[in-house]
């Protein structure tokens, strides 16, 4: 199960892919074939389809981007549980501890020991 700075990893690495996949869609874009080769059909279809790929590229962007804030999202839960797993070994003992540490919100979360 992945700890904190491994989500942190990931969603830094998940925003850089977002990032040069942009540089990718906005190479597309270019100059229209009409303006290079002249209007017609062939041009108009290729336009067409370098349209609909860089809607393709948005979608995979922002799914890009969605899992990039999970990751970061699911990094900052790892923390706080790790400061309060922390709060609760280091508090000593006075007879109205809690014998179990706190529990986890959720099964993903795991810290460093």
Same mark, same amino acid.
């Given at each position: 199960?992945?700890?904190?700075?491994? @989500? $942190?990893?990931?969603? =830094?690495?998940?925003?850089?892919?977002?990032?040069?996949?942009?540089?990718?869609?906005?190479?597309?874009?270019?100059?229209?074939?009409?303006?290079?080769?002249? =209007?017609?059909?062939?041009? /108009?279809?290729?336009? /067409?389809?370098?349209?609909?790929?860089? =809607?393709?590229? $948005?979608?995979?962007? /922002?799914?890009?981007?969605?899992?990039?804030?999970?990751? &970061? @999202? $699911?990094?900052?839960?790892?923390?706080?549980?790790? $400061?309060?797993?922390?709060? %609760?070994? &280091?508090?000593? @003992?006075?007879? &109205?501890?809690?014998?179990?540490?706190?529990?986890? /919100? @959720?099964? %993903?979360?795991?810290?460093?020991?």
């Amino acid at each position: 199960m992945p700890k904190a700075a491994e @989500y $942190r990893q990931a969603a =830094a690495r998940l925003g850089e892919i977002a990032h040069l996949t942009e540089e990718h869609a906005v190479s597309m874009r270019g100059t229209p074939l009409a303006t290079v080769f002249g =209007a017609g059909q062939l041009a /108009d279809a290729v336009d /067409d389809a370098i349209a609909i790929a860089i =809607a393709q590229f $948005r979608q995979a962007i /922002d799914g890009l981007l969605d899992l990039s804030e999970v990751c &970061t @999202y $699911r990094a900052e839960m790892c923390d706080a549980y790790q $400061r309060e797993f922390v709060a %609760w070994m &280091t508090k000593p @003992y006075d007879g &109205t501890n809690p014998a179990e540490p706190p529990p986890k /919100d @959720y099964r %993903w979360i795991e810290i460093d020991l």
